[in-house]
């Protein structure tokens, strides 16, 4: 019923640029907290950025300046810009939803973004 369906991860050369989108069905998704988190093998999971479902956005301290989340209410869909790319933004990318409604929060399965040479 609720799906969460990211894409637009890669491989891309540092100091490149990617923008992942999170496409979200079976919620009401205009009053969802949406989130993007990454996961390394062997890290634990890091919250990359926020937005409200009034725009009110946060990031990580290690992206901020060059990721930028956004949402589009219209085509339930949140993204993620990703600019000045490092190494160390190599990671899966998942998409999550939060209803402060409800307090249910949902998941997608990932966009792999890969930052090498």
């Known amino acids: 019923q609720v799906q969460l369906v990211e894409s637009g991860g890669g491989l891309v050369q540092p100091g490149g640029s990617l923008r992942l989108s999170c496409a979200a069905s079976?919620?009401?998704?205009?009053?969802?907290?949406m989130h993007w988190y990454r996961q390394v093998p062997g890290k634990q999971r890091e919250l990359v950025a926020s937005?409200?479902?009034?725009?009110?956005?946060n990031y990580a301290d290690s992206v901020k300046g060059r990721f930028t989340i956004s949402r589009d209410n219209a085509k339930n869909t949140v993204y993620l810009q990703m600019n000045s790319l490092k190494p160390e933004d190599t990671a899966a990318y998942l998409c999550?939803?939060?209803?402060?409604?409800?307090?249910?929060?949902?998941w997608g399965q990932g966009t792999q973004v890969t930052v090498s040479s």
């Open positions: 999550n939803a939060y209803d402060p409604f409800t307090t249910r929060q949902y």
């Open positions: 079976g919620i009401i998704f205009s009053r969802n907290t």
């Open positions: 937005i409200t479902g009034a725009g009110s956005t």
